[in-house]
């Protein structure tokens, strides 16, 4: 795969951040932050910035710290707006807790299918690591 370039979303008003990695094969990476307390929209006004009405043209990969639990009300809203609009289909499985807090905060969302996609144990971390491959 070879490195196309790479844009940064970062936003310090919201505490939501995005960095972008293009790799001239029509992928890109795209992992997201966003500081405890960020609302839905504040999250989703930066995925339209970063990823915008490209998902057409790219296979994406969006992965990161949401900070919205994804196994409540506002996570589905979450996750359904991001498959309706930029056709990010989430990944990582919901049940399964991302975080020592048994929350599910940290997510993959991808354009394409994964081969595979899940989270590792950690006991060095509060969170969980995620992984995901094409």
């Known amino acids: ?6 844009l940064a979303f970062p936003n310090y008003e919201t505490g939501v ?3 972008v990695v293009y790799l001239k094969n029509n992928i890109r990476f ?3 932050y966003a500081k405890p307390g960020s609302t839905v ?4 006004d930066a995925v339209e910035e970063a990823v915008g009405d490209e998902c057409d043209e790219y ?3 969006l992965a990161g ?3 919205i639990n994804m196994n409540t009300e506002d996570g589905r809203t979450f996750c359904e707006v991001l498959r309706d609009v930029y056709w990010l289909h989430l990944r990582t499985n919901p049940s399964h807790w991302t975080t ?5 905060i940290d997510a993959v969302f991808s354009t394409h299918d994964l081969k595979c996609c899940g989270v590792y144990e950690s006991t060095f971390s509060y969170h969980v690591p995620l992984y995901g491959r094409l």
């Open 17 to 19: 951040h995005i960095a």
């Open 41 to 44: 929209d504040e999250i989703l």
């Open 59 to 61: 296979k994406t990969i």
């Open 30 to 32: 795209a992992v997201l």
């Open 65 to 67: 710290d949401f900070n």
């Open 100 to 104: 020592r807090g048994r929350t599910s």
């Open 1 to 6: 795969m070879d490195f196309q370039g790479a």
